[in-house]
């Protein structure tokens, strides 16, 4: 392996990556993720990509072109920069890269990210066989725009649900998106710190939680110049409802600070007497092919078909823990106890995995009861069919209780 690069659902365009090797493990951290990113680990091709996420407001754009095939590169490329554009010729010798600046003060923005396209006839950024024959690419880069040193917090990825579409981005790029603790959940959050300037910088980092306890912090923090460091940050959640983690820090240009909120959710029902039940919901990833709309039963009271208010994605799970709201027969109906029943219609193959109840309070805490994650499927016979089969006309069928997983 030569070299990794990631694609994120939060920023257009591949990113060079650093990564280490730890015996036969290959690390690649990831300054930035919310939603979904994809690594790719390349022994050989050419690629096109930009080192950074972030550029500070009178910064240099960096474009990176790698070499890892045993032939020289020639790369002739457009770049489109708001309403200008330049034209660049480069060679890039066998095994070796080669960086194209750009000024970054005229790359138009919008919500806090500049974005730069770029045209060539060698395809660069998607690996082929034979990239000079592919067809001509037109890419497009986006990066956040941010101080000269900025700081970042990111949750564990499988806490992040609910990524904002519209992404109107705030100091935190997950800000907007929900993310999930469950009480007396120990999780490591990251800190990313980018040194945009062209002077190494010493941290000593400040961690205030609310809603958690910090047991783990970084005591300092070198950043090389223009470069990003990552360090873990381990949180304990506390009491269920809002909460939130905040770091500062003296910087040679001023104090730097990031603030993510997140939620911590009671693993049973709440027991204060003046916590109401405001609305009830199912969360699960569910694949399905075939037509019809599943019928959810709870404590035996008919609450809601599955996909109503959604557009479904047959032949492909749903995002993690999405939530598909019940009606309001859900909310006197559910309890300590629980039994939740799903029914497919015929010719439909339904497949459920991390089920669970979601119980959300007037006074804005949530209550999250988990099934059994193993896999269902009905009918048992179908070629697709997966873990725990359920014969063709019967239900699936799950109990849920609180603090446990059950059937």
Do not use: C
């Not at 082929?128 to 001509?136: E, N, R």
């Not at 990825?157 to 007396?184: C, I, K, Y």
């Not at 005591?219 to 990003?228: E, L, Y």
């Not at 193993?374 to 019967?394: C, H, I, Q, W, Y």
Request: charge should be neutral; hydrophobic fraction near 40%.
């Amino acid at each position: 392996m030569k070299a990794a690069y990631v694609v994120t659902a939060d920023l257009l365009g591949p990113r060079s990556m650093d990564f280490n090797r730890k015996g036969s493990e290959i690390v690649v951290n990831i300054p930035r993720h919310r939603s979904a990113s994809a690594v790719l680990l390349a022994t050989g091709d050419r690629f096109l990509s930009t080192p950074k996420f972030g550029v500070a407001p009178d910064n240099q754009v960096q474009l990176r072109l790698d070499n890892l095939s045993p032939k020289p590169w020639q790369w002739n490329g457009k770049i489109a920069i708001g309403a200008t554009s330049v034209e660049r010729s480069v060679t890039v010798a066998p095994g070796a890269s080669e960086i194209i600046t750009l000024s970054a003060e005229d790359m138009p923005r919008k919500y806090g990210v500049a974005t730069f396209a770029v045209e060539s006839a060698t395809r660069g950024v998607i690996p082929t066989i034979d990239p000079d024959q592919a067809p001509k690419p037109s890419s497009t880069f986006e990066m956040v725009v941010e101080p000269a040193l900025a700081a970042l917090l990111a949750p564990p990825p499988a806490t992040v649900f609910a990524g904002d579409r519209d992404r109107p981005w705030e100091p935190s790029l997950f800000a907007r998106s929900r993310v999930d603790l469950m009480q007396g959940d120990e999780r490591d959050f990251q800190v990313a710190l980018t040194n945009h300037t062209t002077s190494e910088v010493t941290l000593t980092p400040r961690f205030s939680a609310q809603g958690a306890s910090a047991l783990a912090t970084p005591q300092q923090i070198v950043v090389p110049a223009g470069a990003t460091k990552t360090a873990a940050v381990t949180l304990q959640a506390g009491a269920p409802g809002a909460g939130h983690l905040v770091i500062s820090a003296e910087a040679p240009n001023g104090q730097i600070q990031a603030k993510l909120p997140f939620n911590v959710n009671a693993t049973s029902l709440l027991v204060d007497p003046a916590a109401k039940v405001k609305s009830v919901s199912l969360a699960a990833d569910v694949f399905h092919t075939g037509p019809g709309n599943p019928e959810v039963t709870l404590n035996g009271v008919k609450v809601a078909r599955l996909f109503d208010g959604w557009t479904s994605h047959p032949y492909s799970w749903y995002a993690a823990g999405t939530r598909y709201p019940l009606g309001e027969a859900a909310v006197p109906a559910v309890g300590s106890a629980n039994e939740v029943r799903l029914a497919p219609p015929d010719g439909m193959l339904l497949k459920v995995r991390n089920l669970a109840l979601v119980v959300n309070y007037e006074d804005g805490r949530t209550a999250i009861l988990r099934a059994n994650p193993t896999v269902k499927s009905a009918p048992a016979n179908s070629a697709m069919a997966e873990g725990k089969l359920v014969p063709r006309g019967e239900p699936m069928v799950w109990q849920l209780l609180s603090n446990t997983g059950d059937s």
